[in-house]
Nanobody
């Protein structure tokens, strides 16, 4: 059974940091792109960041560029999202995802991803 399990969410004050992890099991995703999305209450799910299979290329939405860093450790089958300088508007459920096929065709589109985790809540207080 293929699973993506996020962890590391929580409640922090504005300006603080969190590191999310996404551990994959059931198969290796070392050839797949990995992404992070988030969904705030009453809003649609939106792209946050993504990383290519070898970690060589990263993508970010404008609102997090310079504050968030996506990385991966293929030996551990895990992808990370380091979030610094957090803002109240970063509050959301964060989901990790793996692309349906090897590589990344459109990193920012949720349709590129066929595997999803259950999400982890991130709450930033002002």
């Amino acid at each position: 059974q293929v699973q993506l399990v996020e962890s590391g969410g929580g409640l922090v004050q504005a300006g603080g940091s969190l590191r999310l992890s996404c551990a994959a099991s059931g198969r290796s995703f070392s050839s797949n792109g990995m992404g992070w999305f988030r969904q705030a209450p009453g809003k649609e799910r939106e792209f946050v960041a993504a990383v290519t299979s070898n970690g060589g290329v990263t993508y970010y939405t404008d609102s997090v560029r310079g504050r968030f860093t996506v990385s991966r450790d293929n030996n551990k089958n895990t992808v990370y999202l380091q979030m610094n300088s957090l803002k109240p508007e970063d509050t959301a459920v964060y989901y990790c995802a793996a692309t349906s096929r090897n590589g990344i065709v459109n990193a920012k589109s949720s349709y590129s991803y066929g595997y999803w985790g259950q999400g982890t809540q991130v709450t930033i207080s002002s």
